[in-house]
């Protein structure tokens, strides 16, 4: 009775936020405009309720979304190497270009494994792109103003997209929690950015730089700093400001949960390089074992230690797929970090590395959970039984992805993990940060029996019986797109040269 | 041409996962049989240097850092890439008839039959899997032979990777390559307490892996490259030897099976399927061996100085101990498991002694234990397991096994006394090398392997006895009996339903023995190869 009450109240909302999303709706198509994104994006299909719900109607919304997005990296492709619009407020640049079309291309791959299943798709695809010029603004930016306004344009659609699945009670809970984390780090991040302004004057990341070059580290420049990095702590999913992630990624629906692990962790990983060490690069600090000086670096270095000793610990004793992710995740963003904290740019080109690839790996493993989700009805790890004896194609995907994040040759993470362990290793010096490169080593140990158990439930045992309900056709998509991620995954690993030189290429 | 046999091994590898199942066994022979006829045609190829690590291949990886996708092959490496072939073929031979629906649960034995089966349901994840699919006593029906052949491939091309790897980043690659495949050979197609065993092998080799990633990003950030000719000539502060060194050391010898951190070896061995136990024994475990002579040792001389007694003791202790556990065994595998580990302490100490005779005859007890080892582990796990469904010690001693199969009998005797290193097998030529080079460096060692080398023979003579040629019992002695399972009483053995030896059997034993007789015989044909590469090297102690 209480559930049914719940649910009734529930869909009175809906109509209530229908409203609102339906007024969000034609600023967004604006904003594509504004990125240089199609404008034939009607706006029409969005208002029409009833016609969206139908078969065809999704079919053609997720057709004009993605032929949206490949305008849109064919627009970036075509932007001059270089240019500067409303003194840094949108940069363009290789490194920006470059991480404009992965983020495009992740929504492009976010797009084509949303469930048809999803109501509202218009409204839903409409979320997505929102999301997705956030991303690009976060990623082209190099003034904390604007960094800000993306970083809560993507927060607000990814709130939304988490919240969307009103049938399921987890959903409503993931996006109040996301909401509510994510608003205070937002506070924080204001605050910090604001304490900051104050000192120096200035919102861009460059004069920052130079405003804060001959300053000692005072006790406001120092909270500003901590307040600014909780914030993306928060992004990143960095324990212990993780605590969103495990029911986001349970509860959203599938493909919110691979975008928020993909594109949104890209954007917070370029974007938070970007404003460690260009503009807070003069206090930098040091984070090498026994010779600590404050800074943000020994900041960041406690943020990955915890990230990855808590994020595996917890990872171990998870039975749902989703939620081993989601503390994976957490350990990853402990990975990630560390080039950054080794800095300069074989640093921060490691941590690029690694997040890209990062970011294809989660998109592949949730466009498996989705397809699982689909066939079984959940996504805990007994779901996932006897997959081989479906589905050769998914269960080798898989396998992939796996091994991939538990850093396994010949796949990408292999690479990444090397390529960023060794520029930690060479930084610092005296190796000083060795002790973080050894507690990785650690926690990718650790990683490894997970991982392994996930395949084991795969390969080993005849399963869950199938609950085929969707239509071959959609399959067929999300196969294609997972064994997409998964070919990117695998080139990348035996091939890293084709990415690393083009990150190298686009770092001064 | 050499490098072919890392090529031709991945390419069948993928190949097999796109063909009839059908064919994979003999995709799988065929190709395994190539490579031992390439790195055969190898040894009598003139034109090849072996006496440096010469260059084979070397093409740009990674420019931006430095990586190159280069391999080089030496005596050392053409030993050790030849005695893979070996053990590669022999083992597609001992899983011939996986391919066969017909004998299809026999190879995954139903949980009744072994007492130690029902530990492996402690680990967490098995129960809801086992309780929504698989119900305990089920026979799978399936097999799997390409699946399998596709692991086991993966394996033997790694590890050729690895041989024949002079790019300390590709050989990395390689050396991780084989984790995976050995924890599916075993998690899959193992049998008593395989989960347990193949995670635990995993995690140990992955810990190896770990130390060994430390000691490598070490070696390129001071040296700036990861070509192993020219690390090898690169001069590395003594600081960072005295560090890196052990680290390096440690986290190769994990796989060599190194006291104590060899406990993975016999639990992962016994949880093997046949082939994965030749394998494992035959080629893995000389992996972490060749990693710490070519990269561990060659690459911080100084360190290895420091810490070779070290080595010394470890590898004493390793032989000695193992051996007596082994002498303590129940079960066969874990008895041949344990004898692996006593084994490898035997190319360890020859690592450890620094001369040229120690370290040659090292390496040709690395050639000596694949053959060896996979030997002994094709009698216990495939010519008496598969067909008694029991390796207990105990029970086999009722069986009368050796007129039951006495091509069986016949092989165990001879993988018995190769070794126990008797004159004529390759083991004693092994050893002996090895022992002449402890000599000169560490005399008190000679005296404690000597003992050592007593136990081995006492438990190999007691493994062999037990398992053949126990006939006392049937005149009524109830002394044993006591010891023997009750489960025996209800099973009487047929002998005459024993299948017999098989001719893929005969062929692959046939190989193994060949083999370990003509280089006992004539064991110059490999040291010959052997020492000019090991005098290039240049930890040597002069």
Redesign the interface.
């Known amino acids: 009775m209480k559930r049914e009450s719940l649910n009734r109240e529930l869909l009175h909302r809906d109509s209530d936020s229908r409203v609102t999303i339906q007024r969000i709706t034609p600023e967004k198509s604006r904003g594509t405009v504004v990125a240089g994104v199609s404008p034939a994006m009607p706006q029409r299909r969005v208002v029409g309720t009833n016609v969206a719900d139908t078969a065809a109607a999704t079919g053609f919304c997720r057709l004009v979304a993605a032929l949206g997005l490949i305008i849109a990296i064919e627009a970036v492709l075509m932007l001059p190497a270089r240019a500067n619009l409303f003194q840094g407020m949108l940069v363009i640049s290789p490194l920006n270009s470059l991480f404009m079309v992965v983020c495009l291309v992740l929504a492009f791959l976010t797009i084509l494994l949303a469930s048809r299943e999803i109501p509202n798709h218009g409204e839903y695809l409409a979320i997505i792109l929102l999301a997705t010029i956030g991303l690009l603004l976060l990623v082209s930016s190099e003034e904390l103003l604007m960094i800000f306004i993306g970083l809560e344009l993507t927060g607000l659609s990814l709130y939304l997209m988490t919240a969307f699945d009103k049938t399921d009670i987890r959903s409503a809970e993931a996006g109040l929690k996301y909401f509510l984390f994510g608003s205070t780090a937002s506070a924080f991040t204001l605050f910090g950015l604001s304490l900051i302004y104050g000192m120096v004057g200035t919102t861009s990341l460059a004069a920052i730089a130079e405003g804060l070059a001959g300053q000692s580290l005072s006790p406001l420049l120092f909270a500003g700093i901590v307040m600014t990095l909780v914030g993306f702590a928060f992004k990143i999913a960095a324990a212990p400001f993780h605590l969103w992630a495990p029911d986001a990624y349970q509860g959203a629906p599938v493909s919110s949960a691979a975008f928020i692990a993909s594109g949104s962790k890209v954007a917070s990983f370029v974007v938070l390089g970007k404003i460690v060490l260009i503009g807070f690069g003069p206090v930098h600090g040091s984070a090498d074992w026994h010779a600590m000086v404050a800074g943000w670096s020994p900041v960041l270095a406690v943020l990955a230690a915890f990230s990855i000793l808590i994020g595996n610990l917890v990872a171990l004793v998870q039975?749902n797929l989703r939620r081993l992710l989601a503390y994976s995740a957490v350990a990853h963003a402990g990975y990630t970090l560390l080039g950054i904290i080794a800095g300069g740019r074989e640093g921060f080109s490691a941590t690029l590395f690694y997040t890209t690839i990062y970011a294809f790996t989660l998109i592949g493993a949730f466009g498996v959970v989705a397809v699982v989700r689909r066939e079984t009805g959940g996504d805990d790890?007994?779901n996932f039984?006897?997959l081989r004896a479906r589905s050769p194609l998914l269960v080798g995907c898989m396998a992939v992805f796996m091994?991939s994040l538990a850093g396994?040759?010949?796949f990408a993470g292999?690479?990444g993990k090397?390529?960023l362990?060794?520029a930690a290793?060479?930084a610092g010096a005296n190796?000083g940060l060795?002790w973080l490169?050894?507690l990785a080593?650690?926690g990718?140990?650790i990683s490894?029996?997970y991982y392994?158990?996930v395949?084991?439930?795969i390969?080993?045992?005849?399963?869950?019986e199938t609950r085929s309900l969707s239509s071959l056709a959609e399959n067929g998509l999300s196969r294609l797109t997972i064994a997409f991620a998964a070919a990117i995954v695998l080139f990348l690993g035996i091939a890293?040269?084709f990415l690393?030189?083009r990150i190298?290429a686009a770092l001064p | 041409m050499i490098a072919w046999t890392i090529y031709i091994t991945f390419g069948g590898a993928v190949l097999l996962l796109f063909l009839p199942r059908a064919f994979s066994r003999w995709i799988a022979l065929l190709i395994t049989t190539a490579t031992f006829a390439i790195s055969l045609a190898t040894f009598f190829c003139h034109d090849l240097d072996l006496a440096h690590f010469t260059t084979i291949v070397r093409v740009p990886?990674?420019?931006?850092?430095g990586m190159n996708y280069h391999l080089a092959v030496d005596g050392i490496s053409l030993t050790l890439v030849l005695v893979t072939s070996i053990t590669a073929v022999s083992s597609v031979l001992f899983s011939w008839d996986i391919a066969n629906p017909a004998s299809g649960g026999q190879l995954l034995p139903s949980g009744n039959n072994s007492p130690y089966e029902s530990a492996s349901r402690s680990s967490w994840?098995t129960e809801?899997?086992?309780a929504?699919?698989?119900p305990p006593g089920a026979k799978r029906v399936d097999q799997r032979p390409n699946e399998f052949f596709f692991w086991l491939l993966l394996i033997a091309g790694s590890s050729f990777g690895v041989f024949l790897s002079a790019d300390l980043?590709l050989l990395?690659?390689?050396y991780?390559?084989v984790?995976?495949p050995k924890?599916?050979l075993i998690?899959?197609w193992g049998s008593t307490n395989k989960?347990y065993g193949a995670?635990k092998l995993?995690?140990y080799s992955?810990?190896g892996g770990?130390l060994v990633?430390?000691g490598i990003?070490?070696a390129?950030?001071s040296a700036g490259s990861l070509d192993l000719k020219e690390l090898a000539q690169f001069r590395f502060t003594p600081q960072l030897q005295a560090w890196a060194f052990p680290i390096l050391f440690l986290g190769f010898a994990v796989l060599a099976g190194i006291w104590p951190l060899h406990t993975w070896a016999p639990t992962g061995h016994v949880a093997a399927p046949t082939a994965g136990s030749m394998l494992l024994a035959g080629i893995v475990m000389k992996l972490g061996a060749y990693g710490g002579l070519r990269v561990a040792m060659n690459l911080f001389p100084q360190g290895f100085q420091m810490w070779s007694s070290w080595i010394a003791i470890l590898a004493v202790i390793g032989i000695v101990y193992a051996a007596a556990v082994a002498l303590r065994q129940r079960d066969l595998k874990f008895v041949i498991g344990y004898s692996s580990v006593s084994h490898m302490g035997f190319v360890l100490l020859g690592l450890a002694t620094a001369n040229v005779l120690g370290v040659s005859g090292a390496v040709l007890q690395m050639f000596s234990h694949g053959l060896i080892g996979a030997l002994l582990f094709a009698v216990a796990g495939r010519m008496i397991y598969r067909r008694t469904h029991t390796r207990d010690l105990d029970e086999l001693s009722l069986m009368e096994l050796n007129r039951a199969l006495p091509f069986a009998a016949f092989v165990f005797v001879i993988a018995s006394a190769a070794s126990m290193g008797i004159p004529g097998f390759s083991g004693f030529a092994a050893e002996i090398t090895i022992l002449i080079g402890v000599w000169k460096t560490f005399p008190i060692a000679v005296w404690i392997t000597g003992a050592g080398m007593v136990l081995v023979a006492a438990f190999t003579l007691r493994a062999l006895k037990r398992s053949f040629f126990d006939t006392a019992l049937e005149e009524g002695q109830n002394v044993k009996r006591v010891t023997t399972p009750k489960a025996f009483a209800s099973r009487p053995l047929n002998r005459e339903a024993l299948e017999p030896i098989t001719v893929p059997e005969k062929l692959g034993a046939v190989l193994l023995m060949f083999g370990t007789l003509a280089i006992g015989i004539y064991p110059k044909f490999l040291l010959d190869r052997i020492q000019p590469a090991v005098e290039a090297m240049r930890f040597l102690a002069r």
């Not at chain 1, 390969?459 to 869950?464: E, L, Y």
């Not at chain 2, 990886?61 to 850092?65: D, G, Q, S």
């Open positions: 039975t790890l007994q039984a006897g091994l396994l040759p010949p292999f690479f090397f390529y362990f060794s290793f060479r190796h060795l490169v050894a080593l650690f990718s140990l490894l029996y392994l158990i395949l084991k439930v390969f080993q045992t005849q399963g869950a890293p040269q690393v030189a190298l | 990886w990674v420019p931006a850092l994840a809801p899997v086992d929504i699919g698989c980043f990395f690659v390689f991780e390559l984790i995976v924890y599916f998690a899959i989960e995670m995993t995690l992955f810990f770990a990633f430390i990003i070490a390129y950030v």
